[in-house]
Structures are given as structure tokens and as C-alpha cells.
């Protein structure tokens, strides 16, 4: 303990120091510290032995208790307070917390590990106030939110505002969704816990300092550890809340354009899918369902019964055909639409400060703003969205929710538009869940909102990464943002499959973006009409690509459902950088093009036109072999590696286990009573396992429930003998089936000498030209398979 005293002691007295501040004493409750100094109080708050809480509560203030983004309750009793002369010392088995009383100073430590400290701590400047924390000059940041600015974000000075960015491309330095997190290259986080908009200054002057800039609210930050990447992640939507599950139709194809304008639109656009043989699972209807113009309709939420007559039997049609619809809202209401004068006379809307509705002009007109801080906007638009689900409706869609125009004089019920703008979206998507829970407890929502705040994810929200330019600039910032945020909990940001702004007739580009899509967490091309962003409606040769792709996609399901599981429990991104598996490899520390799909993909898109091959970093944890032709890539290697049309660059990890589904033309028909489970041989790795988690893929917290079915996967390689052995688990609620599995080994150099299979020799079948072993096993309900199979 002395040394790592002197260690802390040593770190921040080399730093500044607020001078001003004075330590005076200090009481310690069952689960928090409080230290009184000369200008206010500090709360330190063990949540856990990774995540401990700092609040500041300035002299005059009050302190606000209230998180937008917070759900775990602090353990009570897990700390001891130490001090002497010079140190105060909160203790955790984790995180330690040293208070230098003169000059006064607070710093984090992780098992002997040093964090980082506060520099001045809070200060009050003319119109902001800031949190500041001392760095070592070596870090890399990553973090607030979703930008497009390389993986390392140090140096820029990121505003706090959620913004659209209309057709941007390689450099974004504002968009749809702004956080205040922050992630050292050190294997910690910090999340300042505060609402109001504000400023991330991320060593922007380059003296290693790291700040928090607020108009106002609370002074409330939290630093998370770990031991692992995934650790941290886990411990940070432990803080604040885990992804829920979505229906398992949401991991297959969508249909979605800017946009159908009529019911008969929408049905042969299906139609076309089901012609040509796509698969698909849901149809996305743009603003035309409610209007027949983009300007003047805004806020009529109901059907526009001229172009669609009757949307109820188009609904039941679609979902008797496997495909949900989804529809598109937006929190404004203008003046001109249908439901604006019922807006007034209900008080659901935003107000000016003499108490009228704040009216004001954006593109699409004349406008209000629901009030949805307000008990009335709420329950009003929750109205409306519960008699459309009544009719049938599969999935809601929440646009321009940052809000996309909100002025800094309206109010809301709760406080003014900057003090609440980052968590409309937030509490938008809150609504919905409630609704859903409260009124249809028994249907997994879908929930697609291009904005939100830390936290979301518990909501259930789908993200999306905005208005993308239809380019290979657009494309190429696409694998960053959605890396950036599966490490601040939003496993599920995607893009716009093929790019949504301008009129860029690409096939190429398009190919290589939805080849990207196979392996992002949701698929789904989107565009403005100019050019179609469906794939039945492009020239033969990319509409084969596309097929392909998409029916890939709905192949890896099995796989891709048991990934969705590991988020929904652990909070592990579906998408991670390559710094998961090399946290201390400075060089992969900023990589985006290459990342793990899961943990036994790895994945490297094309986002550049006409190029022949690509260089390729192999994490050296294991052997990667080419998923299309087996070839292997020794870890740790770095390899130009030729590219084909037919597909981009995707390796599997030696030793996985990869399960895959029968081909369907929708979810409706997925079934694991058949699947092949591919197994990848790698000499170096003697043991190892996978699983597949399954369940009816639309009730909620299924798990819990115990409607569900684990199937669990080992192999042991010993000399010539590779064993793999099936078996289950089954949830209280779940009926397990007879299964039939088509075991595939792959990189099996020669032909077995005999199989077994619970002691019975089985016929298998061996290809010279792919290396591969096929062994058919029939597998018994709440049965166990031992194959061993002798070379």
C-alpha cells in the first residue's frame, strides 16, 4: 500500500493543481465517502470493484441525485477508508480512490494500475462549467459518440449536441448521436454522467489534458475498469443497461427507400423479392404513408387512405408472407398538418415562455414539437403508436429524433430544449419500450432511432449512422462508427446499406457495401429514390451479388442470434476492433478497416473502387483461415491477400465453431432442426468450444423465462484424434427437438482412418479438393454426441 501511495503521489503532484480547493474533513456511510472542502462537497460512490462514482456538489447547490443514464444501485459496504496525514484512501478489490488532502486532489487506481487523476477538478468558466483529469501522453481515445474522425479521437475538441450531417463522408466531427464517454487505450472508461450539452475536449491544446464542458447540471462522473476490453464494456452497460434481445426477424433482410408512395408500391416491391428468389423479413414505409409530399404533411400520423386504401389488409397480407412493417414518425407537428390544432388543444406540445406551443420554421414547415417530458405529449404519442401495432404494424421507426431542429428558447415540461435536447431521442425510444411493455408485454419491440444518449441500448434502440453520402468516402467511415459505438454500448449501429445521399449510380460501390452489410448488425439498404437501393431492382449482375450476399446472411443467423445473446447478457459488441484481441499492440490501437464480426470472424470490407488486393493484419492469438477457400493465414501475420468480386475478405479463427442455418426466404420459416456446424482444425489449438443459443425469437426476456435452448460445442485434438462432442441445455419453458446435424471439419488433410459416434462407427464423406470431412449425426432431444474421428 505504501508504494502505491508514493506511486500516486508521485503521478499527480506533477500536474497542476486548483490551488483553491482546501480538504476539511470527511464522513464515510455504508456505500460512499464524502469529502468537505472549501468550495463544496465531493460524493465518491463505489458502484462496484470496477466502477466507482464522483460527484461535486459546489457550495450554494443542491445535490441532484437523478441519472439519465444509470441503473445499477451501488453495492453497500465493499469499500474501507484509509487515511493519513497527507492521503484520504476509498478502497475497493478493485479501484482504489487516493484524495491528496493539500494540494488537493483526487486519482484512480485499477489493481496497482494507475488511471488517471483530476487536473484542477471542477471550475466554473463564463458560460461552462468543467471537469478536467490529467492523461499520460501516450494514450489513445476513443469515444463521444458516433463521428467519423479516425479510431484515435485525441486532439479534437468534440461538441456535445446531437446534430444531423447530411451526406457526409470521411470526416464528421458532429452527428446524430453525441455521448459523454470517453475510453483510454489504458483499459478504462469515463462517462460523465449529465445531461446538457456541452463539450468533450479530448487533449485538443496538447498538454494532456482531458476535459468535460457543460452549460449546466450535474458534476457527475464515473470511471469504469476491467480486466479485459470486454470487461470494461460489460462493467460499463452493467452501469447502464443491457441491450434487450431483438426479434430475430430484425437479423434478416429489409426492404426500405426514400420511400414507397402507395400501397400497391409497397406490394410489388415485395412481390419482386419473392420473384427473384431474395429473402426478405420487412418492409420500412418512408414519410409517404402519411402524405403524399415530403413539406406540409409532417405530424399527420394516419394512413393516407388515397394512396393507401387499406393498410390493415396490406399489413396482414405482408405478415402472412413472413414480412413485418415498419413505419416511420417524427416528434414534430406542423402547423398545416391534420393533428395540429388536436396537439394544441391537448397541450402536448413544446412552449414558448408565456406558455403557448413554440412554433418555428425547419424544411419541412411550420412546426411544434411533442413534449415528451410531459405526461400528455407522452401518453399521446404512445396512443397513436399503440393503435398502429393494433393494426398490425412490426416495427416503429423514430427520425430527426436529436431533435433535428431545437431551438434554445423552447421549454419542456422539464427543462429547457439544451438542457433535455441529447436525451430526446433517449427518452423517445424509453417511451416506446414502456408502451410496449406496459400494453404488449408478449412481442419484442423494434425500435430504429438515428439518435440517443449513454444508456439507450436498455431501451432497446436500433441506431443508425444518419444521412451517409452515397460514396466510397461515405463507406469508408462506416466500419469506425459503428466500432466506436458497440465499445459505448450500442452494439447494433448500422448504416444505410449502399449509401442514402445523392443520386450515385455505383454497382460496384453498392456490391461492396452490402457485402460489408453480411457482417454489420443490421441489414438494411436505404437510399433516396433517385437510384434504388432495393437489389431487385439493379442490373443482373450486381442482383446476383446482392442475392448472395443476403442469403448468406440469413444462413449465419444461428450464429448471429447467439451473438445477439452474448450482448443482450454481457453487453460484448457484435462488432470489435481488433484492440480486443492486442490490447497492448500499439498498432492495431487505431484500426478500423479489419475488425472481429463476433468472436471467429475476421472481416475486412472493400471501401475503395477497382483494387486488387489488401493488406491484412492477423491477430496473433490464433490461426485465420479464408472462409471461402480455406486457405491459412499464420497469426500474427501481416498479408496482402488478392481480392474477388464475389465477396470481400472474411477469415475464421482457428478451433471455432461455426453454425449455420438451412436457407428461408424469411425468418417466419427458420428452423434449427437441421443446421451444419463447421469446425475449423488448427494444429496449434488442442481445445476449444462454441454454442448456439436459440428460443421462439420474439418473446421478450425469453432467457430469463426459461424459453430457450443452448447447444453446446468441444473439441479435443490430441495426435490423430480430433473429438467433438454435442449437448444441451434447455430452459424450464422450452421444448427441445430432434436435430439433424451435418458436422463439416474443415482443413482435415487427409481422409479418416473410421468415426464414431457414441462408440457406433458412422459413414462420412472426405473431399481432396477442399480438405473437408462431412459426417451426418442425428442428434436426440436432452441427448449427448461424442464423435471421434481418427486420422
Avoid at 56 to 79: C, D, M, T, W
Avoid at 461 to 487: H, Y
Wanted: with cysteine; proline share 5%.
Amino acid at each position: 500500500m505504501k508504494k502505491l501511495l508514493l506511486l500516486i503521489l508521485v503521478s499527480t503532484l506533477s500536474f497542476a493543481q486548483n490551488a483553491n480547493r482546501k480538504f476539511e474533513n470527511f464522513t464515510k456511510t455504508n456505500n460512499s465517502l464524502e469529502i468537505n472542502t472549501s468550495d463544496g462537497k465531493y460524493i465518491i460512490t463505489p458502484y462496484s470493484d470496477k466502477i466507482v462514482e464522483t460527484s461535486f456538489i459546489q457550495k450554494g447547490e443542491r445535490y441532484n441525485p437523478i441519472s439519465h443514464a444509470v441503473v445499477l444501485a451501488p453495492i453497500v459496504g465493499n469499500s474501507k477508508v484509509k487515511e493519513t496525514k497527507n492521503t484520504l484512501v476509498l478502497i475497493t478489490k478493485g479501484i482504489t480512490v487516493t484524495i491528496n488532502k493539500s494540494p488537493f486532489q483526487i486519482s484512480y487506481t485499477y489493481k496497482n494500475n494507475f488511471l488517471l487523476s483530476e487536473k484542477n477538478g471542477y471550475t466554473k468558466k463564463d458560460s461552462t462549467e468543467v471537469l478536467d483529469f490529467n492523461l499520460n501522453n501516450s494514450e489513445t481515445l476513443y469515444g463521444g459518440g458516433a463521428r467519423v474522425l479516425g479510431m484515435n479521437r485525441r486532439g479534437n475538441r468534440l461538441q456535445l449536441y446531437n446534430r444531423a450531417h447530411y451526406g457526409y463522408e470521411t470526416r464528421a466531427e458532429l452527428m446524430n448521436f453525441t455521448m459523454p464517454i470517453v475510453l483510454s487505450s489504458k483499459m478504462y472508461a469515463i462517462h460523465f454522467d449529465n445531461a446538457p450539452i456541452g463539450f468533450l475536449d479530448l487533449d485538443s491544446k496538447k498538454d494532456n489534458t482531458l476535459a468535460y464542458e457543460t452549460i449546466s447540471g450535474r458534476k457527475t462522473y464515473q470511471v469504469i475498469a476491467g480486466d479485459s476490453w470486454k470487461d470494461v464494456i460489460e462493467n460499463y452497460t452493467d452501469l447502464t443497461g443491457k441491450q434487450p434481445l431483438p426479434p430475430r426477424w430484425a437479423f434478416g433482410n429489409f426492404a426500405s427507400r426514400f420511400g414507397y408512395h402507395t400501397q400497391a408500391e409497397t406490394e410489388a416491391t415485395i412481390q419482386k423479392f419473392r420473384d427473384e428468389k431474395i429473402p426478405v423479413d420487412a418492409i420500412i414505409l418512408d414519410l409517404y404513408w402519411f402524405g403524399k409530399t415530403v413539406q406540409g404533411t409532417m405530424g399527420n400520423l394516419e394512413w393516407d387512405k388515397e394512396n393507401f386504401p387499406n393498410p390493415k389488409k396490406m399489413i396482414s397480407d405482408l405478415n402472412n408472407d413472413g414480412v413485418k412493417t415498419i413505419l416511420i414518425t417524427e416528434p414534430f407537428i406542423l402547423t398545416t398538418s391534420s393533428k395540429w390544432q388536436e396537439a394544441v388543444d391537448k397541450k402536448i406540445l413544446a412552449v414558448d415562455k408565456a406558455g403557448n406551443p413554440f412554433k418555428y420554421d425547419f424544411y419541412f414547415g411550420n412546426t411544434g414539437l411533442i413534449d415528451i417530458f410531459k405526461p400528455e405529449g407522452k401518453q399521446w404519442f404512445w396512443n397513436i403508436y399503440k393503435d398502429l401495432i393494433n393494426e398490425g404494424v412490426g416495427g416503429l421507426w423514430g427520425d430527426l429524433g436529436e431533435p433535428e431542429v431545437h431551438p434554445s428558447k423552447l421549454q419542456h415540461a422539464t427543462g429547457s430544449a439544451d438542457e433535455l435536447h441529447n436525451i430526446y431521442g433517449h427518452n423517445w425510444a424509453k417511451l416506446v419500450q414502456d408502451g410496449y411493455k406496459n400494453d404488449f408485454p408478449n412481442q419484442r419491440p423494434f425500435i430504429l432511432m438515428r439518435s440517443g444518449y449513454s444508456g439507450s441500448q436498455r431501451f432497446g434502440m436500433i441506431p443508425w449512422s444518419g444521412d451517409v453520402n452515397r460514396s466510397w468516402g461515405g463507406l469508408q467511415g462506416q466500419t469506425e462508427i459503428a466500432l466506436q459505438m458497440g465499445m459505448q454500448g450500442m452494439a447494433y449501429m448500422h448504416s444505410d446499406l449502399g449509401g442514402f445521399a445523392g443520386a450515385n449510380l455505383d454497382d460496384e460501390l453498392y456490391t461492396r457495401w452490402l457485402q460489408y452489410g453480411v457482417f454489420q448488425p443490421v441489414f438494411r439498404p436505404h437510399a433516396q429514390e433517385d437510384v434504388p437501393s432495393e437489389p431487385i431492382f439493379r442490373e443482373e449482375k450486381t442482383k446476383n451479388l446482392a442475392r448472395k450476399a443476403i442469403e448468406l446472411r440469413y444462413q449465419m443467423i444461428p450464429y448471429n442470434y447467439t451473438m445477439a445473446f452474448e450482448n443482450n447478457q454481457k453487453g460484448t459488441p457484435l462488432m470489435r476492433p481488433l484492440l480486443f484481441e492486442e490490447p497492448n499492440n500499439v498498432a492495431v490501437q487505431t484500426i478500423s478497416e479489419t475488425y472481429l464480426w463476433g468472436n471467429d470472424f475476421l472481416v475486412s470490407p472493400i471501401t475503395h473502387a477497382g483494387i486488387t488486393e489488401k493488406t491484412i493484419y492477423f491477430p496473433k492469438s490464433n490461426n485465420w483461415f479464408d472462409f471461402y477457400t480455406g486457405k491459412e493465414h499464420k497469426a500474427g501475420s501481416t498479408e496482402k491477400v488478392n481480392l474477388v468480386y464475389d465477396h470481400i475478405p472474411v477469415f475464421v479463427r482457428g478451433g471455432a465453431f461455426i453454425p449455420m442455418a438451412e436457407l428461408v426466404q424469411t425468418t417466419r420459416d427458420y428452423s434449427t432442426k437441421k443446421i451444419t456446424l463447421h469446425y475449423y482444425i488448427d494444429a496449434s489449438v488442442k481445445e476449444s468450444s462454441g454454442k448456439m443459443y436459440t428460443d421462439d425469437g420474439n418473446t421478450p426476456d425469453a432467457f430469463e423465462k426459461g424459453n430457450y435452448e443452448m447447444l453446446n460445442f468441444k473439441a479435443s485434438l490430441k495426435s490423430n484424434c480430433l473429438t467433438v462432442v454435442l449437448n444441451s441445455e434447455t430452459g424450464t419453458n422450452y421444448t427441445s427437438t430432434d436435430r439433424t446435424i451435418d458436422l463439416v471439419i474443415h482443413n482435415s488433410n487427409s481422409a479418416p482412418i473410421k468415426i464414431k459416434v457414441n462408440g457406433k462407427t458412422v459413414p462420412f464423406s472426405w473431399s481432396k479438393e477442399t480438405n473437408q470431412v462431412q459426417i451426418p449425426v442425428q442428434w436426440e432431444m436432452k441427448s449427448s454426441k461424442k464423435i471421434k474421428i481418427q486420422f
